[in-house]
């Protein structure tokens, strides 16, 4: 009997492949990627040896380690190398020693001051020029060699020796303003051969020292000035001086003779009572014109200027005073 129907199920099997065609035919079963499972031999009662199962690939045998490591074995770590921390430096303490200014050494007129800190420090230096205005100054600092220009207005210096000045053969201008000077030594300004601004205003000068003869413009307006504390003549030989300021003084006479280089002459609030002649003009030549000298200020003297005409007549401006 089932001999009999294998044959009708061949037979319908080959009709339907003529019929059909190509189509009929199953789809390719794709192959299964590497060691996929057999479920034609695969046994479902089969016990699963869970003890041997080895889900990560190869085993590794762990019976080929030469060395075994055991507690308490493991070696100390060493101490960190003092090279792994920078170095402590300890700097003994010691006592300062006394300040003193050593006005003949060899840091002194350099980059160092006799204090033994640069004085830029403290000070502002640019280009040759020195300002140390209202630093606190209460005396002169020592300067580099190639000040041209030094600026030490409103402090409280009180005295300029001769030694502030030492090899300072560049200096041009000295502008000490609004100090307490009182005091200069007499040859304080004689090794300044380039000298050109002098400026004493608002101090306590009461005699001035000898003067350089390259000054152009000297200022000592606001001091305590007197007559007998400026020298004999001690203008006449600068030859290039152009601008003089001695107002606000105790003067009790123009400081003659003045030289002929002179534009600018401001004596005003003094205790002028009388001028010569000679004051302005040249008794001994009539026809003398001193041209340059075309501001002077005489107001706030006790001089009365309508009796001295003869005294500026030579003069191509009246002075200003009292007339």
């Not at 319908?12 to 479920?39: H, T, Y």
């Not at 000070?123 to 020592?142: A, I, K």
């Not at 040859?187 to 005699?207: I, P, T, W």
Request: charge should be negative; proline fraction near 7%.
């Amino acid at each position: 009997m089932f001999h009999g129907n294998n044959k009708v199920c061949w037979s319908l099997m080959v009709w339907a492949l003529v019929f059909l065609g190509p189509s009929a035919k199953a789809a390719p079963v794709d192959e299964p990627e590497d060691d996929g499972f057999d479920l034609e031999n695969y046994d479902l009662n089969a016990v699963t040896d869970w003890e041997n199962l080895n889900i990560y690939g190869d085993n590794y045998d762990y019976d080929d380690l030469d060395e075994k490591i055991e507690v308490g074995t493991l070696a100390p770590e060493s101490p960190p190398s003092s090279e792994d921390y920078d170095e402590e430096v300890t700097l003994a303490t010691q006592t300062p020693a006394p300040v003193t200014l050593d006005f003949k050494g060899p840091g002194l007129f350099g980059p160092e001051s006799g204090l033994g800190m640069p004085i830029c420090l403290l000070c502002t230096c640019v280009s040759g020029s020195v300002y140390c205005d209202d630093v606190g100054l209460e005396q002169m600092p020592p300067l580099p060699k190639d000040t041209t220009h030094f600026y030490g207005r409103f402090n409280n210096i009180r005295h300029i020796k001769s030694s502030d000045f030492l090899n300072l053969n560049k200096l041009q201008s000295i502008d000490l303003t609004e100090n307490q000077i009182s005091e200069m030594d007499e040859d304080v300004f004689q090794s300044l051969k380039q000298l050109q601004e002098l400026l004493l205003a608002h101090n306590n000068l009461k005699m001035l020292p000898l003067l350089p003869n390259t000054l152009k413009r000297v200022d000592l307006r606001s001091n305590q000035l007197i007559s007998r504390g400026v020298h004999l003549e001690g203008f006449k030989d600068m030859e290039q001086l152009e601008f003089l300021y001695l107002s606000n003084n105790n003067l009790d006479y123009v400081p003659t003779p003045l030289p002929l280089s002179l534009r600018v002459l401001h004596l005003q609030n003094n205790n002028i009572q009388v001028l010569h002649e000679d004051t302005f003009c040249n008794s001994h030549d009539l026809n003398f014109i001193r041209r340059n000298l075309e501001d002077i200020r005489l107001d706030g003297n006790p001089v009365d200027l309508n009796l001295f005409a003869q005294a500026y007549i030579c003069l191509p401006r009246l002075p200003v005073g009292n007339h």
